[in-house]
């Protein structure tokens, strides 16, 4: 419902009170749950984050760190494709308001940390364990966001195409394999 009133009115002229209305609650039940309107943008990435790392733990234990990197990646970009009318306003609105964008970008550290523990949970021991799931983490919520920006701009464009020509030069970077 905020996007949608982002995306009509503009991020920056959208108000507090505006966001309550058309939600049908009162400004104390809004800042019960939210600081304040950049509180609310920021929680569209928080979920992408907790999204990701679902997707992560979803993945069959004996998977190897390349599936997991693949599939958990497909499926939250599979996602935002899927929800493209919300995923496109959502994309219109960062473009045109640098305060929309600081506002989401405000919880990217938090929205990592949680990708980078679902990946963390998935590597065996290793003195490099928290620097390469960190690395994952930063590097599949770029992806997957690139990715579904990618495909709803062009419309030739198919997701597990798009996916697969980026991950052919990620995978050997992030898994250590190479592909032929």
């Avoid at 905020?2 to 991020?11: P, Q, T, V």
């Avoid at 958990?72 to 496109?88: D, K, N």
């Avoid at 919520?141 to 991950?167: F, K, M």
């Avoid at 992030?174 to 032929?180: D, K, L, S």
Wanted: aromatic share 8%.
């Amino acid at each position: 419902m905020a996007i949608d009133l982002f995306a009509a009115n503009g991020y920056d002229e959208t108000t507090v009170d505006d966001i309550a209305r058309a939600a049908g609650i009162s400004l104390r039940s809004f800042f019960r749950y939210f600081a304040s309107k950049g509180d609310l943008m920021s929680y569209a990435l928080l979920r992408y984050g907790n999204q990701l790392a679902a997707a992560i733990d979803a993945c069959p234990p004996d998977s190897s760190l390349r599936e997991v990197f693949r599939e958990s990646i497909s499926r939250i970009a599979h996602l935002g494709v899927t929800r493209e009318v919300r995923t496109r306003k959502l994309l219109w609105v960062l473009s045109r308001s640098q305060a929309a964008m600081a506002a989401e970008m405000s919880r990217l550290s938090e929205a990592q940390a949680l990708v980078a523990e679902a990946y963390e949970r998935r590597i065996a021991p290793s003195v490099d364990r928290e620097l390469r799931s960190r690395a994952m983490a930063g590097v599949s919520l770029q992806l997957t966001g690139v990715a579904v920006r990618w495909c709803l701009e062009r419309a030739d464009s198919d997701l597990p195409t798009t996916i697969d020509r980026v991950l052919v030069c990620l995978e050997a970077v992030f898994c250590g394999e190479r592909q032929t």
